[in-house]
């Protein structure tokens, strides 16, 4: 998918609705996602110095053990873990979307220095799968035993909103009955210095599903996927999300270089506008996924308006899109948004 096209994947007439149904964050400093609607707490939430430890979590990186933490979460949110935190959904249908742009850099240059420094002899039979660009997602469906598509998305400012895409899109298409969406990068020196300033532990998955799969074994749907477009610039790409004067949206979640893009028009008039990365600091793949969950958050409050997210812009090589809607079975939650044991 090059800079100059446009794809959107609004839902037709025979296409499967694709909801959101389980929401889990380990993010430092933010308890619940409805947190993401601000101002953030900043304290509380996930602690990594006890939230990676355990057993399971023994010789992986640190994106992929944040990666699991927060995939459990969401598998639980959605009411698909027994009380031994097995899955009990359709394993051999459900797929794995990651976005990380950096999540196992790290990995990556500690093997290039073993290597310059002492051959690849030097190489821990225990460390070289970290090396892997899949290595996350991979770590997720061994974990949960899950046998649909594994897939990472590493495509710079988009890739988050890329791989909910990518997820959508295997459902409506049937090549997976649900979807874990895991967006990760974590706190490290790599990290750190390919930003040009000090990282934050993110980690963020979500759970999707068709509407009616949901529906059937009793699941709450947060929001629906209703629209998605990746394109040169904001203007294209909202022409091809599902942005309408009929739809108005209520919330956009965006960066100050988002909002200054020139030719959004009066669709994005007066909407509110929350920027993630200026009170997180740079989230990278995990923006777009970040983003969704605040999405879910604004749609379950009952405000007014549909979501919209964006990412990339004018210093990237493209603009995505987002638009979310309510879904229409919808019903009262009975934790608080985003509540885990």
Wanted: hydrophobic fraction near 45%; charge should be negative; include cysteine.
């Amino acid at each position: 998918m090059n800079a100059t096209s446009t794809t959107h994947t609004r839902r037709g007439p025979n296409a499967r609705e694709v909801v959101v149904t389980g929401i889990g964050l380990a993010l430092p400093g933010v308890a619940t996602y409805g947190d993401l609607l601000g101002p953030l707490p900043g304290e509380g939430g996930f602690d990594p110095v006890t939230g990676l430890t355990g057993r399971e979590l023994r010789h992986k990186d640190r994106a992929s053990r944040l990666a699991l933490r927060a995939a459990e979460f969401a598998l639980h949110d959605a009411g698909l873990t027994d009380a031994a935190s097995m899955f009990t959904g359709a394993a051999e249908a459900t797929a794995v979307v990651v976005s990380t742009n950096l999540g196992n850099a790290d990995s990556v240059c500690e093997a290039t220095d073993t290597i310059a420094r002492a051959g690849v002899m030097g190489l821990s039979p225990l460390g070289l799968p970290q090396t892997s660009s899949n290595v996350i997602a991979g770590w997720v469906a061994i974990r949960y035993r899950l046998r649909g598509p594994n897939l990472t998305v590493c495509n710079g400012a988009t890739s988050g909103l890329d791989a909910l895409a990518w997820a959508r899109n295997l459902i409506v298409a049937g090549r997976a009955d649900a979807a874990v969406v895991v967006g990760v990068e974590p706190a490290n020196d790599v990290v750190t210095k390919v930003f040009g300033e000090q990282s934050t532990d993110a980690a963020i998955a979500v759970v999707l599903e068709p509407a009616d799969a949901a529906a059937s074994r009793g699941a709450r749907p947060r929001a629906t996927i209703t629209g998605y477009a990746r394109a040169r610039n904001l203007t294209a790409a909202l022409a091809s999300t599902g942005v309408t004067e009929e739809g108005p949206v209520g919330l956009w979640l965006a960066d100050e270089a988002g909002a200054a893009e020139a030719g959004a028009g009066h669709l994005l008039a007066a909407p509110r506008r929350i920027d993630l990365e200026s009170q997180l600091g740079p989230l990278s793949g995990a923006l777009g996924v970040l983003q969704c969950a605040a999405a879910a958050a604004h749609l379950e409050s009952g405000a007014t308006g549909n979501a919209l997210a964006t990412a990339g812009g004018p210093r990237h090589d493209a603009t995505a899109a987002l638009l979310l809607t309510p879904s229409s079975a919808t019903r009262p939650s009975t934790q608080e948004r985003g509540q885990h044991p």
